[in-house]
């Protein structure tokens, strides 16, 4: 069965200080890994996908790293603006409908 | 305009009624997905569709129904709703070219 667990459950950071989520998984081959963005009432905002192992992807502040047991999201220098809940899911290469099974997300609070 | 819209956004219902929740997307997707949040679960996946022919059970489908209506439209029924199915909705589309899915706004379902 596929698994996601992601550390820590909640991160408070203040404005610049630099840190990083972890997202450990197992999964019968990989297809891919997510990383999403979701807001309070809102739906997930897709992020990146990671398919291979040394793979990096970037995008603003973030940076997502994968290996074959974990990912990395990196935020650096975060701003308040910065504060949500980051998801991360794997869809395995076997299996129904390109299921994606989810962590159950860090809640980031960046504060001033 | 969004590309993924969901229909109605809050809902409160009592037990043993019936309640559909309906999706649309305009990103010309083929695939189609409903998943529902809990907190400390994650994203659940309930029932996904490749196609409007084309209907399959995810991991959480018992009392729900699905129906894909055309391309663009699929909608989740709870045939009488229970407690335990109060949760958000989320609705979500990808492409056959690509593994990632685009998630609504949600519904926030309430089962009294």
């Known amino acids: 069965e596929d698994q996601v667990t992601q550390s820590p459950e909640a991160l408070r950071l203040q404005e610049g200080e630099s840190s990083s989520l972890n997202c450990s998984y197992t999964v019968s081959g990989l297809r891919g890994l997510f990383w999403y963005r979701q807001d309070p009432g809102k739906g997930p905002e897709f992020l990146f996908t990671l398919y291979s192992a040394g793979e990096e992807k970037e995008k603003e502040r973030l940076k997502a790293t994968l290996t074959k047991k974990e990912s990395f999201l990196h935020i650096t220098a975060p701003k308040p603006e910065d504060s949500a809940t980051y998801l991360c899911?794997?869809?395995?290469?076997?299996?129904?409908?390109?299921?994606?099974?989810f962590g159950t997300g860090t809640q980031l609070k960046v504060e001033l | 305009d969004a590309d993924v819209t969901q229909t109605p956004r809050n809902r409160i219902t009592k037990t043993g009624k019936r309640i559909m929740l309906e999706c649309s997307q305009t990103k010309g997707h083929d695939r189609m997905y409903w998943y529902r949040q809990d907190p400390g679960l994650g994203l659940r996946l309930i029932y996904y569709?490749?196609?409007?022919?084309?209907?399959n059970k995810g991991e959480i489908s018992d009392g729900y129904s699905v129906s894909r209506q055309a391309q663009a439209k699929f909608s989740l029924s709870l045939e009488s709703a229970i407690p335990n199915q109060t949760a958000l909705y989320f609705c979500a589309t990808g492409s056959g070219q690509s593994y990632e899915q685009y998630f609504g706004p949600g519904t926030r379902l309430t089962v009294t």
């Open positions: 569709s490749f196609d409007v022919k084309d209907i």
């Open positions: 899911a794997v869809q395995a290469v076997t299996g129904g409908g390109n299921k994606l099974t």
